[in-house]
C-alpha cells in the first residue's frame, strides 16, 4: 500500500497536468486553485511517504532481464524529494501571479505540473535505469516551458536545452550499459554495485566510463564546457527559471551524479583515481568559469543563471570529494542553493514583471520602491557569498571541511576556487545591490516613482524563503545532521 | 510431415497468386483481395511461429520430388517465421497508411499494378527469408528488385524515374556482385543449398586450399548486399527513391526492402560461410567501420535536410549502419542486437514516413521544415505519431529504440577492441539524432497565428489515424515487453548455427 | 550576568536598524539627539561590559555544531575598544556639524551606528567564527559609509573596497577551515591552540594557512600588495566616516593579525619561519611606500590614506617581530595612530566644510583663519612623526627597540632604519602644511582671509582626541605597564 503512493505520488500531477488543458475550467482562478490543491495535496504526501517511508521497493515493470522501473525511498530521496515538494507549492504559486502577463497560461501550468511528477519520479528512482527514463522525461516535459514563448530566441535556446540534455543522457547512458554488465545489481547501494571480481582488468574502461557519465549528467547540472544552454533558457518565463533552472533540473543532473558516484561505482572503486581528478578539475574550472562570466553578463537573468552554474559545481565539487563529508557538503549546498537561488530568482522575476526591466543598469535607484523584492534580493545575495550566519555559510563551510579532510592537494584547490567564486558572487551580486539602493548623484526620482511592489503571491514566496535562507544559516545543525546520516547510510 | 509446414510455401504462392490475380480484378477489389491476402499470410506465419516455438526446432522442407544436394528446399525456424510475421504486419499497416496518398499521387489506371508489385515484393521477400538455396535468393533478389523499382516508379513525375534509375543501377551492381560471388562459391563447393556449402566450406577451411578465393566469394556476397542494403557509402541512391517515391513505397522500401537483403546477409553469414569464418575474415570488422561511419555520416546529411521526407530517408542511412555495427561487433549479442533493430527500425521508420505525410497534407503539401509549423496542431495523431517515432529514434525509454540501443551498447561491452568506438559512435550518433529529430518536433509544435492551412480531424482519416495508433502500439509493445522477442531472436539465431 | 557583553553590540545596531527603517525624520535636531544618545548610551554600557563581565565567556547560540558563535572581553579587547569608543564618540559627534552639508544623514548616521556595533562585536569575540562572522559584517556595514556621496568615483571606491575587503575576508576563511582541521578549539587563548598530534606533520601546511590568514587580515591594514583600496574609499567617504575608517576600522585588521598569531596559532608557531620573514618583508615595504606616496600626493585626504597604509605596517611590523617590546610598541601605535589620524581626517574634514580646499598646496595661510584646527593639526602630526613628548614617540621607540633586542638576522637593524626613514618622510608630508598655513610667505594676500574657525561641535572633538594623543606621551606608564604585561602574556 504504502509502496504505491510512490507511483501516486508522480502520477498525480503528472496526469492532473494533462487534463489541465482539458478541462473546462469556467474561470483563470478555478484553474488557479485546482491546481494549488492538487501541488499541495501531493506535497504532503511526499512528506508522508518521506516521514512515514516503506522499507521495501516497488517494482512497475521489467525490460529486458534484470532492467526494471521500480521506485524506493532512501535518503538522498528524502533529500530531494523533500526539497522539491516543499518548494513546488509555493513556485505554483508565485506562477499565478507572474504568469498573468504572459500567453497559452493552460499549456504553461500543464507542463509545469508534469513537471513535478517527473522530478520526483527522479527523486524516488530505485536503480539507474528508473533514474535514466525519468531524466529523459525530464528533459521533454521542460522543453515546452522553456519555449513557452514562442520567440525566435526562446525556439533556439529550446532546442539548445534538448540537445545538450539528450546528448549527456546517450553518454550517461553507457555507464547504464557498463553497471548492467559489471555491477551486481543496477539498484542503488550506498558504496557502490560494482562487482570488483567481474572488473578485474578493465578498471580503466571502467573509469573512463563513471568520467563520460559524470559529463553526461553534469550537461543538465550544466558542467563547464556543456553549460551554454542554462543562459539561453532563462528566456523561459520566471517561475521556470527559478523551480527549474535552479532547482528542480538542474539539481537533478547534481542528484543523479550523487546516485552515480556514490551508490553505483561507489567511492571506494573511484577515491584516488585519475577519474576523481579529472571530474574535480572540472568542477573546479566550473565554479571559477560560471562566476567570472556572471560578472561579465549584464542581464539580470542570465547573471543569475551563470551564478547558477557555478554554484551547481559546487555541489559536484563535493560529489567529486568521494569522501561521506563530501555528500555531506553535496547535499547541504543542494539543499541551501536551492533556497538562495530561488529566491534570487523570484527577485529577477518581480522586478521583470513589475518594471519589464531585465538589465542590470535599468536597476538603478529601485531599491527603495521595491523594498520587499530588493531586500530579499539583498539577503539571497549575502547568503550566495557565504556570509556568516545566512544558509551559504554553512553549505560551504560543510564542503571546505570535506576538502580539508580529504587531505587531496588538488581539494586545496578547489577550496581556493570556492573562496574565489565567492569574491565574484560578491562582484556580480553586490553591484546589483549598490545600484539598487545607491543609485549615484544625477539620478532621476521621477523614472521609478510609478514603481511599487508586486501582490501577495509574489511576496509571500519570497519572505518564506528568506525566513528559510535565515533558519538554514543559524540553525543548520538538525539539517547537518541529517545529511551525515544519509551520507552514513543510516537511512 | 505436419500440415503446418506447408505454410512456408504457401506464403510465397498465395503472395503470387494473388498479384495475378489483383491484375484482372476491378480497383476496389484488388485492394480487397491485397489486404486480405496479407493478412492471412500474416496469420499463416503467427501460426507457423507458435508451432516452432513449440517444436523447439527448424525443418527443412523439400521442393519438388529431387532430394538434397539437387532439389531446392525451403527452411523454416523461428526466426524465418517472425520475421515473415513482421514483415506482414509493417505490409499491411504501410499500405493502409498509405492508401489515401495512393489515390490521389497514382493514376488511376496504375492502382491494380500497385498491389500486383506489392504482392510480388512480399512473395520475394518472403522466398528470401526461407530459401534455404542460393540460387534461389538471388533469384528472388532480382524480382525484388524489379518490384522495388517498380514502386518508386509508380508515382510518375521526373524524380521518380530518375530515382528509380539511379536505384536500379546500384541494385544492379550489387546484385551483380552477389551472383559473382555465389557462382564462385559453387565453383569452389560444387553445392547451392546452403547447408551442403558450408559442410564444404568447413572441407576448404581444413584443406587449407582456396583460401584466398574464398576471401573474394565472402567480399563479394557482403559488399554486394551492402549495395543494395544502402550501406554507406553506397547509400548515394536512398534518399530519392525514399523521398519522392508515394508514400507507401517509401514505408516498405525503407523497412522491408533493405531489411530482407539484411536479412539474407545474416542467414548467409550463419547458413552458407559459417559464423566463425566470417568472423575471422576481417571483412566482419569493414562493416562495422562502415556501419560506424553510416551512423554519423547518415545522421550529419540528416541533419543539413530541409525535407522532412528526406530527413527521414537519410535516417535509414544512419540506421543502416547501426544494424552492420551490430554485426560487425562479431558476437553473438551483437548479431541479436542487430536483428532486433531490424525489427525496431522497420517498426518505427515506417511510422516517421506516413506520420510525415499527415504532417506535409495539412501543410499545402510542401515538405519544407519552414511550411511544417505548426502542423501538428492542424492533423494531431501525425503530430503525436511523429514525436512518437523520433522520441524511439532517440532512443527514450518505453519506446523500441531504447531497446536496440541498449542491447548495441549491451554487445559492444562484449567485445573489448571494438566497444569504445562502437560506444562513442552510438552515443554521438544519439545526439545527432536527437538534433534532427527533436528539430522537426519542435518545428510541428510552434503554433503558427492565422495559418492559411485547414486542420483535419480523426473522421476525415479514420484508416489512417487507426493505422498510426496501431504503429504506435508496435512501437511501445516492441519496448516496453522486449524480453520475449530478444529470446525468441535468440533462439532463432541458434536454430540457424 | 554574562549577558552583559551583548548591549553594547545590540543597542548600536538595533538602533541603527531603527533609523534605517524609520521615515524620514522631520527636524534634523530629534535625529541629532537620536544618535547622540545612542552614541553615549553605547560608550557607558561597553565600559560598565568591560568592567563587569571582562573574560567571562558568553555563548550566544551555535552556528553549527562545531560553530559558537560566542563573546569574550579580554585585555586586547578592551584596548581595541576604548579607541573605537573614543574615535565613534568623537567623530560622531563631529559629524553632527559636517553632515549639513551632506543628504541622506538618517542613512549615514543608520549604518554608523551598525558599523560601531559591529566594531564592538568585534573586539569582544571570543572565537575566530565569531571574529569572522562580525569581520565580513563590518565590512558590508561600513561600505555604505564609502559610497555615502554617492558620486561615480565614491561609488567604485566603495565597491573597490568591498572587494578587496572580502577578497582579504575569503583568504580568512581559507585558512580557517585548515585550522579548524588541525587545532583542539578555535576560541581565542594565549599561546597555540594547534593539536600537536593532529598538527603534526602538517606544519607546512599549517604555514601556509597561517599566512593566508595574515595576508588575508592585512588586506583591511591596507598591508602592501593589497593596499589600493584603501586610498581610494578613505578620502570618498564623509569626512568623519573617513576617520572612524582610518583611524578604527583598518585596526579590525591588526586585531584580526593579533588574534591569529598571538591567539591561535601561537607566536612560537611562525617564529624563525618563512612566514615572518615574507610578512616583516611586506610590511617594511608598505611602510616605506606609503610614506613616500604620501610625500607625493597634492590632495590633503588621500595623503593622509597613504599614510594610514605606512603608518599601519608600523604596527603589522611590530607583531610581526613577535618580541614583547614590539609587540607592546606595536599596540601602543595602534592607540597613538588612531587617535592622532582621527585627528588629522577631521581636520581636513572641517577644512573641506568650511573653505572647500582639498588640495594641499592651496593651504597657504590657512592658520590665520582657523589658528585652533591647525594647532590641533600640527601637534597631532608632531605625533605621527614621533617627536617626544607625544604618544607616537613612545610607541615608535618601543617598536624600534624590540626590533633591535630581537636578533632577527637582518630585519633587527632594516627594521629601525626603514622606520627613521618613514618618520622623516611623515614629517616631510606633514608639517609643511602647518608650515605654510602658518607663515603663507612675504607674496601672501593678507586681505582675503577672514575669520573662519569651525564652530564648538566640530573644534572640541578635534580638540580632545589630540589632547588624548599628547596625553598618551605625557604619561605612557599606566599604557605601557597594561599592555607590556599583556604582551608578556600572550607570548
Partial sequence: MKESIMLLVILLPVISG????????????????????????????????????????????????????????????????????ALWPFATLYAFEYMTREERERSFFAFYTMTYGVTLGIALAGNMLTMYFFYELLTLVTVPLVMHTLSREAILASRTYLYYSLGGAAFAFISLIFLTIYGSTTDFILGGALDLERVGERTNTLLLVYVMAFLGFGVKAAICPFNSWLPKAGVAPTPVTALLHAVAVVKSGAFAILRLTYFSFGTDFLEGTWAQSVVMAITMFTIVYGCSRAVKETHLKRRLAYSTISNLSYILFGAALMSPAGMVGALTHMVFHAVMKIASFFCAGAVMHQTDRHYVHELNGLGYKMPWVFGVFTLSALALMGVPGLAGFVSKWNLALAAVESGNPLSYGGIVCLLISALLTAVYMLTIVVRAFFPGKDFDDRAVSEIRDPGWKMVVPLVVFSAFIVVFGLYSSPFVEFFQKVANGIY | MDFIQNFPFFSIMLSMFSGTVCSVLPRRAARWVNTLMISLIGVLSFVLLSYLVVRGESYVYMMGHFPAPWGNEIRAGILEAGTALFFCVIMLLSMLGGRKKLQEEVVESKHNMYYILVNLLLSSLLALVYTNDLFTAYVFVEINTIAACGLIMIRQNGRTIEAAVRYMIMSLLGSGLLLLGICMLYDLTGHLLMSNIQAAVQGILEDGTYEVP?????????????????????????????????????????????????????????????????????????????????????SLNAIQENDIRRMIAFSSVAQIGYIYMGIGMGTGVGMTASVFHILSHAATKSLLFIAAIGLTDVSGGSRHFIDLTGAAYRNKWA??????????????????????????????????????????????????????????????????????????????????????????????????????????????????? | MSYFVLLPILFPILSGIFLLVRKEMKNRQSLLITVGAALVITTVLAITAMLTVRDEIFLVFNLTRTLPVLFKIDGVGVIFGIVGIIVFVCAGSFGFEYMKHEEHEKRYYGFYLIVFGILMALCFAGNLVTFYLFFELLTLSSMPLVLHTGSKEAVMAGLKYLFYSLCGAYMVLFGFYFINRYANTLSFSEGSVLNPELAAGHASLLLGAAFVMIMGFSVKAGMFPMHAWLTAAHPAAPAPASAVLSAVIVKAGVLGIIRVVYYLFGASFL??????????????????????????????????????????????????????????????????????????????????????????????????????????????????????????????????????????????????????????????????????????????????????????????PIALLTALSVLAGLFPNVLTDFIARLAADIL
Fill in chain 3, 271 to 460: 617564529q624563525g619561519t618563512w612566514v615572518q620573514s615574507v610578512w616583516m618583508t611586506l610590511a617594511l615595504i608598505t611602510v616605506f611606500m606609503g610614506s613616500l606616496l604620501a610625500y607625493r600626493e597634492p590632495v590633503l585626504k588621500k595623503r593622509l590614506a597613504y599614510s594610514t597604509v605606512s603608518q599601519i605596517s608600523y604596527i603589522l611590523f611590530g607583531l610581526a617581530v613577535m618580541d614583547p617590546d614590539a609587540l607592546t610598541g606595536g599596540m601602543l601605535h595602534v592607540i597613538c595612530h588612531s587617535l592622532v589620524k582621527a585627528v588629522l581626517f577631521l581636520c581636513a574634514g572641517a577644512i573641506i566644510y568650511k573653505t572647500g580646499k582639498t588640495r594641499a598646496d592651496e593651504l597657504r595661510g590657512i592658520g590665520k583663519e582657523m589658528p585652533v584646527l591647525l594647532w590641533c593639526y600640527t601637534v597631532a602630526s608632531l605625533g605621527l612623526v614621533g617627536i617626544p613628548p607625544t604618544g607616537g614617540f613612545v610607541s615608535k621607540w618601543y617598536l624600534a627597540a624590540g626590533a633591535l633586542s630581537s636578533g632577527i638576522p637582518g630585519f633587527f637593524w632594516i627594521g629601525p632604519a626603514v622606520l627613521l626613514i618613514s618618520a622623516l618622510l611623515t614629517a616631510g608630508y606633514l608639517l609643511p602644511i602647518t608650515i605654510s598655513g602658518f607663515f603663507p610667505g612675504e607674496d601672501f594676500d593678507y586681505g582675503g582671509l577672514k575669520k573662519r574657525e569651525p564652530g564648538v561641535l566640530m573644534t572640541l
Fill in chain 2, 383 to 497: 503530430g503525436v505519431a511523429f514525436t512518437v517515432g523520433s522520441l524511439s529514434m532517440v532512443g527514450v525509454p518505453m519506446f523500441s529504440g531504447f531497446i536496440s540501443k541498449l542491447l548495441f551498447a549491451q554487445a559492444a561491452v562484449q567485445n573489448h577492441v571494438k566497444m569504445l568506438p562502437a560506444l562513442i559512435v552510438l552515443a554521438i550518433s544519439t545526439i545527432l539524432n536527437a538534433i534532427y529529430f527533436m528539430k522537426t518536433v519542435i518545428r510541428i509544435y510552434t503554433p503558427e497565428e492565422g495559418s492559411e492551412y485547414e486542420s483535419v480531424t480523426f473522421k476525415n482519416m479514420k484508416t489512417y489515424a487507426v493505422t498510426l495508433v496501431c504503429f504506435i502500439l508496435l512501437n511501445v509493445l516492441l519496448g516496453v515487453s522486449s524480453q520475449p522477442i530478444v529470446d525468441l531472436i535468440e533462439q532463432g539465431l541458434s536454430m540457424f548455427a
Fill in chain 1, 18 to 85: 494533462i487534463l489541465v488543458p482539458l478541462l473546462p475550467f469556467k474561470k483563470r482562478r478555478h484553474m488557479e486553485i485546482f491546481l494549488e490543491i492538487v501541488v499541495v495535496i501531493n506535497s504532503l504526501l511526499v512528506w508522508g511517504i518521506l516521514l512515514e517511508f516503506p522499507e521495501e521497493s516497488f517494482t512497475l515493470a521489467r525490460f529486458t532481464g534484470n532492467l526494471t522501473i521500480s521506485f524506493r525511498v532512501d535518503g538522498m530521496t528524502m533529500v530531494f524529494a523533500g526539497l522539491v515538494s
Fill in chain 2, 214 to 298: 574464398l576471401l573474394v566469394t565472402i567480399t563479394l556476397m557482403s559488399v554486394g548486399l551492402a549495395i543494395k542494403s544502402a550501406l554507406f557509402p553506397f547509400h548515394a541512391w536512398l534518399p530519392d527513391a525514399y523521398g519522392y517515391s508515394t508514400v507507401s513505397s517509401a514505408a516498405i522500401l525503407s523497412s522491408l526492402v533493405s531489411k530482407g537483403y539484411i536479412f539474407l546477409l545474416i542467414k548467409i553469414i550463419y547458413r552458407v560461410i559459417g559464423y566463425n569464418v566470417f568472423g575471422n575474415s576481417h571483412i566482419i570488422d569493414v562493416l562495422f567501420v562502415f556501419g560506424l561511419m553510416g551512423m554519423i555520416f547518415g
